[in-house]
């Protein structure tokens, strides 16, 4: 019954229509004229303007009115007003008496109304005020009692009360979100904040209570239960430590996403979720300046290979962003193609989506498909990046990544493609894998044929991305959700770890930067060791180490390294203008006949359908276009 008589009130009160405020208008138009009488003379000379007062009040309604539907305060939805509306509501009302001045000018310099001479000039000061006060209050009063009603069900026995830890423009929307949305069943009953100049101090009536080392006995002072992290931009390392302190306080943790996922997308309730590993791993982060980015892809056509895959498909959703006018989305397999097609479709409907269906690895097909779209950037990101599984499946990694990467080049020059991004690996650094021998030869390619053609092309190179398919993260989700045991190949073995959407982000970002031969690599951070990663998505998952999951060593695999290596002994980089990523201007780039004629060995021990020597085949051909 309460909550039918809180739904009644909101129709009857929060809804009003704008003919409904049209009549309250006038009435309040009326009432501050009259009280800007009483204000000016106190009531004692308000007969000998009587006269005068009835024939404003009517100017007044009349000009108004349409200025006020003008700048829309009858299309309004005032129970979610904001700034925006106060200075709508300040504009409508001065633009009004300005208009209501000007005709008393005008009738006083033209003689229309000589008895109006006298007129006090004060008075339209103080109607400006007394309407912008009624008026003004008249709306954001509605918002006050939506908030109130929705306050009251945030009280209820379901909802519970919860820290918001960060009181920065995030924590400060996510506190307006939560006070007004009763469906996420969280009330913010306080802040806890590092920063000492804070604390003391209130955010929409909720005091900033203490730093993050005293949550725990915020949590009991306030009777918490859950802990919202309101730090989009906070390092891994701050996040761990905030995780486990809330964890030793006993509260339910949920957290906003990083930077790399909200990216420009407003903080709502909506976006909270419980932490996960990939929150463990952020690096410091800092606005993306996407102006620069925005001038080379807005307008163009942007061809993506791999279009279906992890990187691939982020890469379609991050540069739609930029409004290219035409995305291609190049890939083998049909069903992912078809899934990132329609994503794009629906998320970006106002730019042409391609889908095309073909392996890399046919030159004919890719060249027909690159002169019948005519891109102006590739991206290009198929490759096969398993490295024990192309440990057993060589001459797949071998006609993939080097002859599908030398294919895409080759249509990209027929085609007088501008500019071309390779996704590469870590493991391209001084390879002990078939896989990572591919990707440094892909490298080569690369900057073989920036150096033959003067155009734009470059490579990005990066270490692992978490939650990719077939990688680490998902395994050992699964082995958890199996009951165990986790199993890590080596208890030291370390790799470089990154979000998606944060390198998909960076690899664009690198693609603005390149001139032309270079190859970019993406700032990893610190390497992480596995068996840490292990333990971190055990006890995330609400369980202990070695008591509900076990972890167990198996020894390396082939290919595998101990630790992976961003950059070679006999490269040098240096910074670019985004701190986030490094150049490395390599004098490696081979002419035209040695390439062709590694390639060609390479070919010929492919041939020979031989596994066994192809990756000394692989590392041999690199050796010899790297001293020329």
Not at 30 to 52: H, I
Request: glycine share 6%.
């Amino acid at each position: 019954m309460s909550r039918l008589k809180h739904t009644l009130t909101q129709t009857d009160l929060l809804y009003l229509r704008g003919r409904h405020f049209i009549f309250v208008d006038i009435a309040l138009i009326a009432l501050s004229y009259f009280f800007s009488y009483v204000f000016r003379f106190d009531l004692g000379k308000y007969q000998d303007y009587y006269e005068r007062y009835s024939l404003f009040t009517l100017i007044l309604i009349i000009i108004r009115l349409p200025v006020f539907y003008y700048f829309g305060l009858y299309r309004r939805l005032w129970q979610y007003a904001s700034v925006k509306e106060m200075v709508e509501i300040v504009f409508a009302v001065s633009v009004g008496s300005g208009l209501v001045l000007a005709v008393f000018i005008a009738t006083t310099f033209f003689d229309v109304l000589p008895h109006y001479a006298s007129f006090p000039r004060s008075i339209f000061a103080l109607e400006w005020l007394l309407t912008l006060l009624l008026v003004g209050g008249s709306r954001f009063a509605i918002r006050i009692l939506n908030e109130g009603w929705r306050l009251g069900f945030d009280s209820s026995t379901e909802s519970k009360r919860a820290i918001i830890i960060g009181a920065g423009d995030a924590g400060a929307t996510l506190a307006r979100e939560m006070q007004t949305s009763p469906q996420v069943q969280l009330v913010p009953v306080a802040f806890v904040d590092d920063d000492p100049l804070k604390i003391g101090r209130q955010i929409r009536g909720l005091p900033i209570v203490g730093s993050r080392q005293k949550i725990q006995a915020i949590a009991i002072q306030t009777q918490s239960k859950v802990a919202v992290i309101a730090m989009p931009t906070a390092s891994g390392k701050v996040v761990r430590e905030t995780v486990e302190q809330c964890h030793e306080a006993g509260l339910e943790t949920r957290i906003i996403p990083g930077i790399y996922e909200l990216l420009d997308e407003r903080v709502t309730v909506k976006r909270l979720r419980s932490v996960q590993l990939d929150d463990l791993l952020r690096r410091e982060t800092r606005a993306n300046d996407t102006t620069f980015t925005s001038n080379y892809l807005t307008g163009q056509r942007v061809l993506i290979t791999g279009a279906g895959g992890s990187i691939g498909s982020e890469l379609c959703r991050q540069i739609a962003r930029y409004q290219p006018s035409q995305m291609i989305l190049l890939g083998h397999g049909e069903n992912s193609i078809f899934q990132i097609h329609n994503e794009v479709l629906s998320r970006f409907s106002n730019i042409r989506c391609d889908p095309v269906i073909a392996d890399v690895r046919n030159l004919k097909r890719l060249s027909d498909i690159f002169q019948q779209f005519r891109p102006d950037i590739v991206f290009h990101a198929a490759a096969h990046k398993h490295v024990p599984l192309m440990e057993m499946n060589p001459p797949e990694a071998i006609t993939n990544n080097v002859f599908g990467t030398h294919n895409v080049l080759v249509a990209c020059e027929e085609a007088n493609v501008k500019q071309f991004v390779l996704v590469s690996t870590d493991k391209a650094v001084q390879p002990a894998s078939i896989m990572g021998a591919t990707k440094r030869l892909a490298e080569i390619l690369v900057l073989e044929a920036a150096q033959r053609t003067g155009k734009a092309y470059v490579a990005v190179r990066f270490g692992n991305v978490l939650g990719s398919r077939g990688s680490i993260v998902p395994i050992f989700q699964n082995q958890i959700a199996a009951g165990g045991p986790v199993t890590v190949t080596h208890p030291d073995v370390k790799r470089f770890f990154m979000t998606i959407p944060e390198a998909t982000q960076l690899i664009i970002r690198a693609g603005a930067l390149g001139q032309g031969g270079e190859i970019f690599v993406l700032d990893m951070g610190e390497q992480v060791k596995i068996v840490d990663l292990a333990k971190d998505l055990i006890r995330l998952s609400g369980l202990e180490v070695n008591r509900d999951i076990d972890i167990v060593f198996t020894g390396l695999r082939p290919g595998e390294k101990m630790e992976e290596e961003l950059f070679a002994p006999d490269e040098t980089h240096e910074t670019t203008p985004d701190e986030r990523i490094f150049v490395i201007h390599s004098h490696a780039a081979a002419f035209s006949r040695p390439l062709l004629e590694g390639l060609t060995d390479l070919e010929t021990a492919l041939h020979q359908n031989n596994r066994e020597p192809l990756l000394d085949h692989t590392l041999r051909v690199i050796k010899n276009l790297s001293s020329n």
